[in-house]
């Protein structure tokens, strides 16, 4: 299978701070990559890096064989469904505009827009006819996070990067949201990066776990395999599932 | 309910005066937010220049309004007199709360809502326009207004520089010292500020295209027309008249229209707008024009200062003294009618030899300069038996008609002399130096309006110092209307 993403013994500093150092891997094509580790450890801005919305100081991203920097950033991220743990949903907008923003910056004519949005919608398990004109503050968390990812979506990106995007939701609703989330994806057949802390979440959700460590990808592994890890972190992780 | 009244009879020029304050207020408010919302949108993006910018604007803030007024005056193109110095002063305080909402209402709009923008490819005018500004258009919205509240009030500061607008009503009452003619400004004033507050917050979304075109027609209305002549005057009463005078005798033998900016200011600020062309024509006094304006010793010789000022009028700053009015503004020495009658007095020096049994009452000023009382006593031998007793200008009418002086210093066209039963004295000396009042008016209006020249010319000789007494007890003392004694006094020629 071809390689979507790859990243080049990239790394990235501010101030003259390390935030990410010599991480190196590859995504194929339609699989998911779970990114697993603690607050701080470098997950985010990993993520980042991929939409451009950081450059590395050195090393260098490739997205669909075309290094970031040479991506027009505003091409590139209309191309990659984004979804972050505070949703940030417009709050101006109902969801069917939330839903069609990407669609509408696109250009897309208005009937190709409603319908992808009444796509989308009952894609996340939202009735349209019930929720498409509500804003934003009309709905719950597990709601919200539906339009989130649904928003992610819908101009069809090959590249999904979602940063803790159940995070917030109450065990029950996360669980029952990752669930459906998985199957939707195994369906839709995105290439996908997840960040998490959480390694129930890898477990469900990744092909393979990679695990993070003080700005360091430190293993990189398919998640049958993760239990199996010598490494000290991983042993943690494990350690918090049981 | 006597304010209503006074409201009620000059409806017409409440309502003149309320458009015109509206337009200023609407112009500044769109040039400020032309400045500032730009400016504070660029703030956000420049993080560096919000802090000397906000400083800035904070600083504007805390001049007072009279002061930054004063400092406008004397400058090129953004100063002067007139309305322009009104909306440079106004744009200036409507800065602030404009700058301050638009930077912070941006701002703070939700970090991971902008990341979210930002994330799914929005470029950063399409993050402005479809997300920073719609969530801070509500904080930026505030701003304005708060804007326009402060507009509405300094606005009327700017009747001292010739502004217009309800500040007219203002100045003109505390300068005769009506609180009516106060309150005729300084209620639709404030009337204006809370519909301004509660009007622009109902109409936030709903109504703003109405009120827009409300204000375009307000603004258009009140737009300017060529063949106009501006009066101006000084800010006291007998000015007020005189201005007033000029104007409704231009009205009357000219098919002209007559801007009135009356109440401008002191003598300086008059002149300079009559330089400019900010006004077309005044009515000055020649000691006033000789020692404040061409900065030359006061003369004794009536004629002489008339023909000195006239002649160099025209040469400096090409401007025209018409016909002297006929009074002379000037020192007077006032005392009782009853005691002029006894003793048959009718000049100072008829009065000198009766001051050994008198006491005098003088204004400080009067006591101290020395073409005041030193030399007034050395030229008539005066021979008081004791010092002249020092007081308000003001009371010393009250102290004279009371008995408690007999002999005082005032002014020689004061409404009170008449009305107090006291009188003027003949300087027969001519130990005071001549104030008499004549119009001046703009040689390129002489020559593009001759009839202007001609109607002024009537005017020459036609107000006695009795004449001109009355008319400001009309307006002083009994609280008449400016336009209705002139209109009785034009009518009785």
Not at chain 1, 198 to 217: K, P, S, T
Not at chain 2, 393 to 406: G, H, I, N, S
């Amino acid at each position: 299978m071809a390689t979507t993403l790859e990243f080049r013994d990239a790394a990235y500093a501010i101030n003259g701070r390390s935030l990410v150092e010599n991480v190196s891997f590859k995504v194929e094509s339609g699989e998911a990559i779970v990114l697993l580790g603690r607050s701080g450890s470098g997950k985010t801005t990993t993520l980042k890096l991929i939409n451009r919305l950081l450059e590395p100081t050195s090393g260098e991203v490739l997205v669909e064989d075309k290094t970031t920097r040479d991506w027009d950033p505003i091409r590139l991220r209309r191309r990659i469904g984004y979804v972050i743990q505070e949703i940030g949903l417009f709050p101006h907008f109902t969801v069917a505009g939330n839903v069609g923003v990407v669609p509408a910056l696109e250009s897309w004519p208005a009937e190709r827009i409603s319908a992808r949005v009444n796509e989308m919608l009952t894609l996340v398990g939202l009735d349209p006819g019930r929720f498409a004109s509500r804003f934003p503050r009309e709905l719950s968390g597990g709601q919200r996070q539906r339009v989130g990812v649904a928003r992610a979506l819908a101009a069809d990106p090959s590249i999904l990067l979602l940063d803790e995007p159940f995070g917030a939701l109450d065990p029950v609703t996360r669980s029952e949201i990752q669930r459906e989330f998985r199957k939707l994806q195994s369906g839709l057949k995105k290439t996908m990066v997840f960040v998490t802390h959480d390694i129930r979440e890898a477990f469900i959700l990744g092909d393979r776990i990679g695990l993070m460590q003080d700005g360091r990808l430190v293993a990189l592994v398919p998640a049958s395999e993760f239990g199996k890890l010598d490494h000290p972190e991983a042993k943690a992780f494990v350690e918090s599932y049981a | 309910m006597k304010v209503l009244d006074f409201m009620w009879t000059h409806r017409v020029e409440v309502l003149q005066l309320t458009l015109e304050h509206l337009q200023i207020v609407f112009i500044s408010i769109l040039i400020a937010a032309g400045i500032g919302l730009p400016l504070g949108i660029l703030m956000t993006r420049r993080r560096s220049i919000s802090r000397p910018v906000l400083a800035f604007a904070n600083l504007v803030q805390t001049i007072p309004s009279l002061a930054l007024f004063g400092f406008l005056i004397p400058l090129p193109l953004i100063g002067g007199v007139g309305v322009r110095t009104a909306i440079v002063a106004l744009v200036l305080y409507s800065l602030l709360p404009i700058i301050r909402n638009t930077f912070t209402g941006i701002s703070g709009v939700d970090p991971a809502i902008k990341e979210a923008g930002r994330g799914m490819g929005m470029t950063d005018s399409q993050l402005l326009w479809k997300v920073e500004i719609p969530l801070a258009s509500s904080v930026i919205f505030a701003g304005i207004r708060v804007a326009t509240v402060i507009g509405v009030g300094v606005a009327t500061i700017a009747a001292a520089v010739g502004g217009g607008g309800l500040g007219m009503f203002i100045f003109r009452g505390v300068s005769m010292v009506d609180s009516r003619v106060i309150l005729a400004g300084a209620i639709p004033a404030a009337a204006l500020a809370l519909i301004a507050d509660f009007g622009l917050g109902a109409v936030e979304k709903r109504f703003s295209k109405l009120l827009f075109v409300l204000c375009l027609a307000v603004f258009a209305a009140s737009c300017s027309h060529p063949n106009r002549i501006v009066v101006g005057s000084k800010n006291f009463s007998e000015q007020v008249i005189l201005g007033e005078l000029l104007a409704q005798q231009i009205e009357r033998s000219t098919n002209l229209e007559v801007q009135r900016k009356l109440n401008l200011g002191g003598t300086l600020v008059c002149h300079q707008a009559l330089a400019a062309g900010q006004i077309d024509t005044y009515v000055e006094y020649t000691g006033t024009g000789l020692t404040a304006i061409l900065k030359e010793p006061a003369s004794k010789d009536s004629a002489a200062v008339y023909d000195k000022v006239r002649a160099a009028y025209k040469s400096r700053y090409g401007l025209e003294w018409t016909e002297p009015l006929g009074f002379n503004n000037t020192f007077a020495i006032i005392i009782r009618k009853s005691d002029a009658q006894q003793f048959n007095l009718k000049t100072i020096s008829d009065a000198a030899p009766q001051t050994a049994r008198w006491t005098a009452g003088f204004g400080y000023e009067f006591i101290e300069r020395e073409d005041g009382y030193p030399g007034l006593a050395k030229t008539y031998a005066l021979r008081f038996p004791m010092p002249p007793r020092v007081m308000d200008l003001a009371l010393t009418y009250k102290a004279v008609a009371d008995r408690q002086v007999d002999l005082i210093a005032g002014n020689s066209t004061d409404g009170l002399i008449d009305a107090l039963g006291l009188i003027v004295l003949q300087d027969d000396k001519r130990y005071f130096p001549p104030y008499d009042a004549a119009p001046i008016v703009r040689d390129s209006v002489v020559m593009s309006h001759p009839e202007v020249r001609t109607a002024l010319k009537e005017l020459g000789g036609k107000i006695s110092e009795e004449q001109m007494r009355k008319m400001n007890y009309a307006v002083d003392g009994e609280h008449r209307d400016v336009k209705e004694v002139v209109k009785e006094f034009l009518n009785g020629k």
